[in-house]
């Protein structure tokens, strides 16, 4: 998690310089203060705005009123804001802001406040009766909610005590066995608030001619991922060859997808190529038998299955590797 400590008194900044190693963040004071071996601002509102997105989570030693004020122009929504948790001046508390669950807020500040010996201050409602959060959940699976209103409304059912159910797939293990394609819900109740948690467990393998497009990378991924039905929001990273690594159109890919493109080097594709069914003339040209199948594995945790080995579509193949959501 990347961190950055902001301070606007002397006295704050030197508590940030004292925490900036412990909490491996970046700290922030002012230049008239002149404290070394930190970022000086001349200007405190100005350089928050420009660097406000360029971290996941803020630690601010000043009022919780001050905080308010800079930030409210700022956030947008729960599901892309940074963390936000606020420490006095006096070191007694570690306040946790905005975006506690999938921000990561509530976290952030209990183990602020336990390496610093500072009290834990959280005041979501599923946090303070013990209960788990939607959007929590999510954040453990490393997914990815269909509807922040359809959270909202199924965690407050959570906090008023009334009964819910989760449903999992095959992967983690429940009180089942097999896959699913649809839920039945038994119920009396006209009304039943639902929602759905995308895991991002899919590692794609992409092998393509030189100069392929960006446009006809996407249309490849959308059809090999339709073929299985699966959803594009689960999509976890993307891995290819390096000599690969310069194909505009696979970056771009990428980049739309919002997904790191992950550089596979063919030293370490020669240690599983033999895994997998290659091409000779595949060899000749690039000097290994195969790239998406062994890309998409090297890439993963490697605790998984293939959904898909080799989906070719037109001078692309696209292999999908499936990582179990946890153990």
């Known amino acids: 998690m990347k961190l950055a400590i902001w301070s606007v008194t002397r ?17 922030y004071t002012l230049k008239k203060f002149n404290i070394e071996d930190t970022i000086q601002m001349e200007n405190f509102t100005e350089t928050l705005e420009k660097e406000f997105n ?25 599901d892309v804001d940074p963390a936000v948790v606020v420490i006095d001046e006096g070191a007694h508390f570690v306040i946790s802001l905005l975006s506690g669950h999938l921000g990561g807020a509530n976290e952030l500040a209990e183990i602020i406040g336990e390496k610093l010996n500072l009290v834990p201050i959280i005041t979501t409602s599923s946090d303070v009766t ?5 959007d929590t959940l999510s954040q453990k699976l490393n997914g990815e909610l269909e509807s922040l209103e359809k959270a909202k409304n199924v965690t407050s059912l959570i906090v008023d005590g009334k009964g819910v159910d989760i449903k999992l797939p095959k992967n983690v293990d429940f009180d ?13 109740r006209e009304n039943i608030e639902s929602v759905r948690i995308y895991p991002k467990n899919l590692v794609l ?3 393509c001619k030189r100069g392929t497009s960006e446009e006809h990378i996407l249309t490849g991924i959308e059809m090999a991922m339709k073929k299985h039905s699966l959803s594009m929001k689960s999509i976890k990273k993307i891995a290819t060859v390096d000599i690969k690594a310069d194909e505009v159109g696979l970056i771009a890919a990428a980049k739309t997808l919002g997904k790191d493109l992950i550089i596979i080097s063919r030293e370490d594709i020669k240690r599983v190529e033999g895994q997998f069914e290659g091409s000779q003339f595949v060899k000749k040209q690039i000097g290994v038998t195969c790239v998406s199948e062994p890309c998409a594995l090297l890439a993963s945790s490697g605790n998984g299955k293939f959904l898909e080995k080799k989906y070719i579509y037109d001078g692309m193949t696209i292999s999908i590797y499936e990582e179990k959501i946890y153990e």
């Open 130 to 134: 013990g209960k788990i959060a939607v």
């Open 54 to 78: 360029s971290y996941d989570g803020h630690i601010f030693i000043m009022a919780t009123g001050i905080v308010v004020r800079k930030i409210s122009t700022l956030i947008k929504s729960k």
């Open 11 to 27: 006295g704050a900044g030197r508590l940030a310089k004292l925490y900036g190693d412990t909490l491996k963040a970046q700290i």
């Open 176 to 188: 089942r066995k097999g896959d699913v394609e649809g839920v039945i819900i038994v119920s009396n």
């Open 205 to 207: 393998g992409i092998g």
